[in-house]
Structures are given as structure tokens and as C-alpha cells.
């Protein structure tokens, strides 16, 4: 059995972690020594939600370093990496006992301080912000934060519910995707597979144990197809080095099996690479030699040879992978490599400090990785929107890649349902500008053409010099790449064109949401914008919203709601009346009259269930309170064909609310399946939906309910939520209840 893993440390102790240390002499071991004692004595009385003492935590954050090979600095630095956050040990100190190099790791692994302008998700994609861009400079410092990260969600069960859910979120969108960037699957698939358990138990569950069942069965199968491949290779006694190949089974992770059930709508039973087969050799030729034994002995399905050595994965992952038929008609997938491309598989970019005893800085495979940060920062640059990056991060697991072809036959990686633009802005920069259509297998098709693997694409230019991009290819390009090159090039040619561009969307905005704003008082309610955008005047607004690196749809309800508090009037004047005995009761709901009727009794009625931003109506009743309806509640609408009791009908809105977020109970009904909660709340996360509490059921015609409490800030939110949650495959209503 081949066992490269990283140890799936909850718990660790100083002995534990001291045998570790001396199995290498290329430690020095009085540093690390001296670094634990120091981030004993910083964390002591110190406690994690477990109860153990805290020193644990970076304990088992220097093991799993020290398991990846790491070097000096980087365990002590794991060793130290939340003294200055959490202590008040300063990095001053750091660096006089242990160098500038650890205080320089700490400093970057450091949360910022709360900058009192950003909200909570922008604070914490600015964080994020700070590791890529130390990371760009240092690829250490991303391996430190994973593998704090890593431990963190191994201890994740002692954390509130919603603390669990939001941190699986965070991992699955943004460490997880950097982990695969950096190909160190074994931290990538460890964080994907326990995020998955938190953010959706019932698929979770379900797969596992569709896993159990046939656990026997599948043990029984890869032992056969063993045994199968043993007794071929002895019949190739010229080929020495297959004596010493090894041969091991592997069962695929649940999180892989649901994303193969949900992405390609596959049953489990269709599924070819549960049952998996791993061959490891030598070296690279021998590995193609081992693939013609294969598929002698075993029958290859058509178009699933995946040839990753000679075209490596963009995270520089490199196998044959090639899915076969054994005798029994069960179709399986193995994979062959060699010592070092398994390696660099399991410890990706960690390999280096693994099994080099140094770092080539001229190695282009090192250098490829870290050029992807250096390309999300200049990317998050040309965007100004600070939580861009955690976009841009999490792209980067949306798609399998696939492998394009130019007409003089080089190999081009590129994400799978990208378009012709992305491809001319992946060639180069001008060739992206001057794109015009493209000669796709010899046809010719448009820019928004989605390209497949092994198409051979020959991009069209334009010989005009002043022929630049569209505003539209925006919303073709797919690519962070191709999107940012757009943007930039709008940034620095067209300035006085993205003013007024910018200027007419920001107006048309403010029309559309009845916001009347002077001209005289723009630059004053706009002001708190700048600081988020580094924006210095309102024309570098105007221009920022107008080239994209501002998306509009982003900041129009943080701007209404400023309107609504500035420039809402709250000038009615009050009648007063005998308080009601339910006093503590009375118009909690944040409710106002027009004829200044205040403090009395207030029932929301169930036969239209009104919430804050419905037009609504009040129905004075008989000795309970007034009554709230919306105004297309059909009693109301029967009361005014019937001109009935029209006297006790009165006009009402909601009055602002101090919180800006205001309580919704919804339901979802949809067919039953896997995976089917973790797209809802997927949709809800990324839509900024705050979720109080969740439930999930099934009803007795087995069709399956999900029940929410949600926040919303106002009507059209809480529509547009609806509008996605209708689109999820198998939902068949969504409703407030």
C-alpha cells in the first residue's frame, strides 16, 4: 500500500512531535525546541473550543509541516503563528530571538486588524488579500496558513453550527481551490472532503454509505485486478523494473464521487473511477511502457486516455490516467506514474523542501505556481472590488481543465467552457485585443464559441491598430485572465469614456431604486465608498464603475440603504394614544401610520403574511389592534370591490429598521437527491444570505423540504434568492411561510 498521506493529526505532544523532528538531521532542532517553549509560555491559560490547552493547536500545525518537510523557519514560524494575534508577544520580539525571516512569516500569516469601513465579508476576503500577496513573494506562507487551516477543520466539531458552516464555506471556495493550485492533493482532498461533510450531511451520509455497502465488493475487485496485473507484468521478463512496481487500490473520496454524480448527473453505479487502480515506477518512459501492457490486458474505453505527462495539469500534476474494462465487464480507471510525478502529486509545491535539499529558483515548474498568485493580485488589482479575490480563488475548482490545440500543434490548458475570447487573451494580450472571430477545426465561429478538448483553434485578428476589446466580451470572457486584460485595457485607454460610462450606471441605478440625490451632495454620499476603492476623486469612481473594476450590482443596496437613512423623512407627526396592556408588544414591527396613528397593538396577518418592504395596509379591528395585510392581499382587494368597511382601512409603511435586515421564514420543496442542500445553500451564501437556522426533511410523497430562517435586507433580495433557488435542479417550489 502506498501511504505518502499527511498523518490525520487532532492531537499531538511534544514527545510525539520530537520523535518526528529527529528522523532528519536537516533540522536545527534547538530553534524549534526554543520556539515551542516561547509559544508555550505566550498561550498559556489559553484554551480551544475543545478545552485542550492552545498550545496545542500550533503544535499539531508544526507536525503537519514538519511532515510536509518543511524547513527550520517555516515550523517555527508554524510553531508562532498566532502569538501576535493572540498574545502580546509583538513581531519585534519574534524577530530579534528567531530572525526576520520567521517574524516575516508570522507577520503574513496574521490576521489585519478590523478596518472600520468593510463589512465582515469584505475584512475577511482582505485577509485573503494579504496571504496572496505575501504568498507572491514567499510560497511559505500559504503552506503554513493550509496547514493551520487543515487542523482547524480535523478539530471542526467543537465549533457552533453556524461557526461549522461557515468555515467549510471559506475552506471549499477559497483554501481548498489553492491547495489544488499549489497540487498538494493530500491537504486539497482532506479540506474538500471534511468542508463537504459539514455543508451537506445528508449527501455526506448517503454517499458513505452507498461506500460501505459495497466495500466488501470493491476490496474483493481491486485485489483481483492486482493479482490480474502481477501475473501479466511476470510475463514481461525483459522488463526488470516491473518486479519492483507498485501496485495499489485506492477507493476515490466521497467528495470526488458526489461532485462525478452531481456535475456529469451520473448514478454512483455509473460512476468508472470508484474502483481505481495506482501503478508506480521508476521513471517516465517506463510509465508508457506499462500503459501498452495494460491496455493488452484490459480493454480501453474510447477517448479516457489522459496523457497529464506529456501535457501536465497547470498545477504541474503529471500521470497516465486511462479508464478499462476488466473480464467481468466492471469498468475501473488506473493511473500510472512515477516516484517523483507521485510526489509532486501529494506535496505538490512542498516537494521541493521534501526532497530537494534546495530550492532552484530557475525550476519553471516552481516558478509557474507562484506566478498563479502574482496573477490573482494584478487580476484583484485591475477589479478594485477587494472581494474580487475570493472570486477569482474560487474559480479556480469550478471547472476540469481541458487541452486546446493551436494550428501548429502546441498544446494549450484551458478551463473547461471557456470561449474564444479566453483563449486569444491566453496566446497574448494583443492577440486578445485584436481578436475578431476564430477557425475552430477549420470553421470559422464567433467569439462567444465555447471550445471543447482537442479542438485546434487558429484566432482571427483585426489589422485596424486602433481595433481594441468590447465592453460586452465582459460577459463572454470566462476567465479571471481574459476578464482582467479586458478591464485594464478600459482603465488606461478610455478614461474620459469609463467617467461617463460610470457616471450613466450609477445614475440609472439611482433612478431605478428612487434615488434622488442633488448633484452638490454626490461627492459626500459617495465618500465611504472611495476608501473601499482607493478611489481618490468621484471621477475616479465614475471611471472604476465604468471600466467594471466597480460592479455596480455589488454596491446598490449597501447605497440605498445609506439613502434611505439620509434622506427618508421620519417627520410625521404622532397622535398620542392610550397605551394598549400588551405594551411591550405594541408596533415591534417597526410599522407607521399616515394618520400618525403610534402605539397600538400591531398583528401581522397569516392570509398574506406581509414582511418589511411590502406595500402594505392597516385593518383597524374590533378591540385587538390594527391588522397588517399587504396591499395585494386578496381581502383587501374583496374590500374595495365591495367598498366594505373602507373607514377602518388605513394607510401604513414600515418604518426604517436599525438592523437593515429584517427575519423571512422560507420553505423549499424539490425531488429528493444528492447534493441537494448543498446547492441551496451554496445559492444563499453566495448571494450574502444570512442563515439564523436550517432544517431538512422529506414529505411523505418522498419529494424532499428544506426550511430556512433567513436575514434580508429588503423585497427585491429576498425575489432575486427565490429566482436562483427555482433554477436548482429537481426544486419544485420555493415559498415564504
Not at 530579534?96 to 503574513?108: E, H, N, R, T, Y
Amino acid at each position: 500500500m502506498v501511504n505518502n498521506k499527511i498523518a490525520p493529526i487532532t492531537t499531538c505532544d511534544l514527545k510525539m512531535f520530537l520523535n518526528k523532528l529527529t528522523e532528519s538531521d536537516k533540522y536545527n532542532t534547538s530553534k524549534i525546541i526554543t520556539a515551542y517553549k516561547v509559544a508555550e509560555q505566550a498561550h498559556k491559560n489559553q484554551f480551544r473550543k475543545s478545552g485542550e490547552p492552545y498550545i496545542i493547536h500550533p503544535l499539531c500545525v508544526s507536525m503537519i509541516l514538519l511532515e510536509l518537510g518543511m524547513d527550520t523557519d517555516t515550523i517555527c514560524a508554524g510553531m508562532l503563528h498566532d502569538v501576535v494575534e493572540d498574545t502580546d508577544m509583538t513581531l519585534d520580539e519574534i524577530c530579534k530571538q528567531f530572525g526576520q525571516d520567521v517574524a516575516m512569516l508570522v507577520d503574513s500569516v496574521t490576521k489585519l486588524g478590523k478596518i472600520p469601513y468593510f463589512s465582515k465579508e469584505e475584512q475577511a476576503a482582505e485577509d485573503v488579500r494579504k496571504i496572496v500577496i505575501a504568498t507572491a513573494k514567499d510560497i511559505r506562507v500559504i503552506i503554513i496558513k493550509l496547514a493551520d487551516r487543515l487542523h482547524n477543520m480535523r478539530t471542526l466539531q467543537y465549533r457552533t453550527v453556524d461557526g461549522q458552516l461557515r468555515t467549510a464555506r471559506e475552506t471549499m471556495n477559497i483554501f481548498a481551490p489553492i491547495a489544488h493550485r499549489l497540487g498538494i492533493y493530500a491537504i486539497q482532498n482532506e479540506l474538500e472532503e471534511i468542508s463537504f461533510k459539514y455543508l451537506d450531511q445528508y449527501a455526506y451520509q448517503q454517499i458513505e454509505g452507498m461506500l460501505e455497502l459495497d466495500k466488501k465488493e470493491r476490496e474483493n475487485f481491486i485485489e483481483v485486478i492486482k493479482d490480474e496485473i502481477r501475473a501479466e507484468f511476470k510475463k514481461y521478463p525483459d522488463y526488470k523494473f516491473l518486479e519492483n512496481a507498485t501496485i495499489d487500490g485506492r477507493a476515490k473520496s466521497i467528495y470526488s464521487i458526489y461532485k462525478k454524480m452531481f456535475i456529469q448527473k451520473k448514478r454512483f453505479n455509473q460512476l468508472y473511477d470508484k474502483y481505481a487502480v495506482r501503478i508506480i515506477v521508476d521513471d517516465q518512459s517506463q510509465c508508457y511502457v506499462v500503459l501498452g501492457i495494460i491496455h493488452n490486458l484490459f480493454t480501453p474505453l474510447p477517448n479516457r486516455v489522459k496523457d497529464y505527462i506529456a501535457n501536465p495539469k497547470p498545477n504541474m500534476y503529471q500521470s497516465l490516467h486511462t479508464t478499462v474494462v476488466g473480464k467481468d465487464g466492471i469498468a475501473f480507471e488506473i493511473q500510472i506514474r512515477s516516484w517523483e510525478m507521485h510526489r509532486n502529486a501529494e506535496y505538490g509545491i512542498a516537494a521541493h523542501w521534501k526532497y530537494k535539499e534546495r530550492i532552484k529558483i530557475e525550476d519553471t515548474r516552481f516558478d509557474n505556481r507562484v506566478n498563479w498568485f502574482r496573477n490573482i493580485i494584478e487580476a484583484q488589482q485591475s477589479c478594485d472590488d477587494v472581494e474580487s479575490i475570493v472570486d477569482m480563488i474560487k474559480d479556480e475548482r469550478m471547472n476540469d481543465d481541458i487541452l486546446v490545440m493551436t494550428p501548429k500543434g502546441d498544446p494549450i490548458t484551458m478551463p473547461n467552457g471557456c470561449t474564444i475570447i479566453d483563449f486569444a487573451y491566453k496566446i497574448h494580450t494583443e492577440v486578445g485585443h485584436k481578436a475578431m472571430g476564430a477557425r475552430v477545426n477549420g470553421s470559422i465561429v464567433p467569439l462567444e464559441y465555447r471550445i471543447s478538448t482537442g479542438d485546434i483553434v487558429e484566432i482571427i485578428t483585426s489589422k485596424d491598430p486602433n481595433k481594441g476589446p468590447n465592453r460586452a466580451w465582459l460577459n463572454i470572457a470566462t476567465t479571471t485572465e481574459a476578464k482582467t486584460k479586458i478591464r485594464t485595457w478600459f482603465k488606461k485607454e478610455k478614461r474620459e469614456e469609463n467617467i461617463l460610462q460610470g457616471k450613466d450606471m450609477i445614475d440609472r441605478e439611482f433612478k431605478r431604486n428612487k434615488m434622488n440625490i442633488p448633484e452638490e451632495d454626490m461627492y459626500n454620499f459617495l465618500c465611504d465608498d472611495f476608501k473601499r476603492y482607493n478611489c481618490e476623486t468621484l471621477d475616479d469612481y465614475y471611471a472604476s464603475v465604468g471600466y467594471g473594476g466597480i460592479i455596480i450590482s455589488k454596491i446598490i443596496q449597501r447605497l440605498k440603504n445609506k439613502y434611505d437613512k439620509l434622506y427618508t423623512p421620519h417627520n410625521v407627526e404622532q397622535i398620542n394614544v392610550k397605551p394598549s396592556k400588551k405594551s411591550k408588544e405594541i408596533n415591534s414591527h417597526g410599522i407607521e401610520f399616515e394618520n400618525g396613528l403610534d402605539n397600538c397593538e400591531i398583528k401581522i396577518s397569516q392570509c398574506c403574511s406581509p414582511m418589511p418592504y411590502d406595500e402594505i395596509v392597516g385593518f383597524i379591528t374590533r378591540g385587538k389592534g390594527v391588522s397588517i395585510h399587504k396591499k395585494t392581499c386578496p381581502n383587501y382587494k374583496a374590500a374595495i370591490r365591495k367598498n366594505a368597511d373602507m373607514n377602518r382601512w388605513i394607510e401604513a409603511h414600515w418604518r426604517e429598521s436599525k438592523s437593515e435586515y429584517f427575519q423571512v421564514n422560507m420553505e423549499v420543496v424539490a425531488i429528493d437527491r444528492i447534493g441537494l442542500v448543498y446547492d441551496i445553500t451554496c445559492i444563499m451564501t453566495e448571494s450574502r444570505i444570512m442563515i439564523k437556522h436550517s432544517s431538512s426533511g422529506t414529505l411523505k410523497n418522498k419529494n424532499a423540504i428544506f426550511r430556512a430562517s433567513i436575514y434580508i435586507a429588503n423585497i427585491e433580495q429576498l425575489n432575486n434568492l427565490f429566482d436562483k433557488l427555482k433554477k436548482v435542479d429537481g426544486v419544485i417550489s420555493v415559498n415564504r411561510v
